[in-house]
Each structure stands twice: as C-alpha cells, then as structure tokens.
C-alpha cells in the first residue's frame, strides 16, 4: 500500500511539478530573452533542466537542436504538457485499478468470513 500511496502523491506532485517548470521557463525567457533569442537556444536551456524521464523524453528535441533544424518553442512545450498529463493519467488508472482490486479483495475475504462464522 505504501507504493501506490507513494504513486498517488507522485500523480499529485507531477501535475504541480511539470506545471512548475512550465511557468519557470516562460517567466525565464520573459526575464532573459536576450540570452535565449531564438527558440533552439530556449528549447536547449529547458532541456538542460530536465532529468530522469523528461531528458529521455526531450532527446529528439536536444538532437533537432544539434542539427540546427527548426525547433518550435511553444510546441515544446505543448508537447511536454501533453506528455506529462497522458503520464500522469496513465498513474491514474493503475492507481485506481490497485485500488479497486485491494477493496474487492477486502470484500471476497470478509463475505467469506462472515459466511464460515454464521
């Protein structure tokens, strides 16, 4: 049970997480947009700020980049949004499927007791 408590405060703190560097970035290319003039440059500073499944997930945008092909700020981070989400939808679900299979077989187990006592 520990687990997927630990998953569902995951869900919780990935939407504020992921809505978090969202909000860093945009203020942070408000703040500096003489540092970051181009959308490679900005999409290169945000990818260097992810870690563990985003940096997986951001490569083939890190390599667009490397390539000196066109990269489109606003649909990075678009893409990250939708991603995050359809991640933290997918914990939804195996959560609530542990969740329902956990008080299902709370239920079998007590039916079962109840009918052995009467």
């Known amino acids: 049970d520990i687990q997927y408590y630990n ?3 995951w869900i919780l703190w990935s939407i504020s997480k992921a809505d978090t560097f969202v909000s860093q970035i945009l203020l942070h290319d408000v703040t500096y947009a003489d540092q ?3 959308d490679s440059s900005k999409v290169a500073f945000a990818v260097s700020l992810m870690m563990y499944y985003t940096a997986t997930w951001s490569q083939p945008y890190l390599t667009r980049v490397f390539n000196t092909d066109e990269v489109v700020f606003d649909k990075f981070l678009d893409d990250f949004s939708l991603k995050t989400s359809d991640l ?4 939804k679900l195996q959560h609530l499927n ?7 077989l709370t239920w079998t187990m007590l039916t079962i007791g109840l009918k052995l006592m009467y």
């Open 7 to 9: 998953t569902g405060f």
């Open 98 to 104: 542990h969740f329902l299979r956990t008080k299902l």
């Open 36 to 38: 970051f003039p181009t």
């Open 88 to 91: 933290t939808h997918s914990l």
